[in-house]
Nanobody
């Protein structure tokens, strides 16, 4: 069974930085795209950043220039470096991975989420 575990969330003041990590474990054959999404209370889940297997990246306009997504394929891990954090970045952040396992075709898997709170 595939499991995604996020870490690195917490409370930070505006202007500060956090680095989120998400490790994928299980009977992994390959991982295609990976990404980070976030959801604030009363709002839809929104894309933050994605990264392909060959490290092409895409960012939401609201985080361009401040956040950087990266991945380590040898470790099956995706990262999100968040700089110059703003109160509007406050949300639960979820990682996503498109995984092919030894028994199942490509499928989206999600982590449980990690809370990021930015105080003013």
């Amino acid at each position: 069974q595939v499991q995604l575990v996020e870490s690195g969330g917490g409370l930070v003041q505006a202007g500060g930085s956090l680095r989120l990590s998400c490790g994928v474990s299980g009977s992994i054959f390959s991982i295609k795209d990976m990404g980070w999404y976030r959801q604030a209370p009363g709002k839809r889940r929104e894309l933050v950043a994605t990264i392909t297997s060959d490290s092409n990246t895409n960012y939401a306009d609201s985080v361009k220039g401040r956040f950087t997504i990266s991945r380590d394929n040898a470790k099956n891990t995706v990262y999100l470096q968040m700089n110059s954090l703003k109160p509007e970045d406050t949300a639960v952040y979820y990682c996503n991975a498109e995984v092919t396992t030894t028994w199942q075709r490509l499928y989206d898997y999600w982590g449980q989420g990690t809370q990021v709170t930015v105080s003013s």
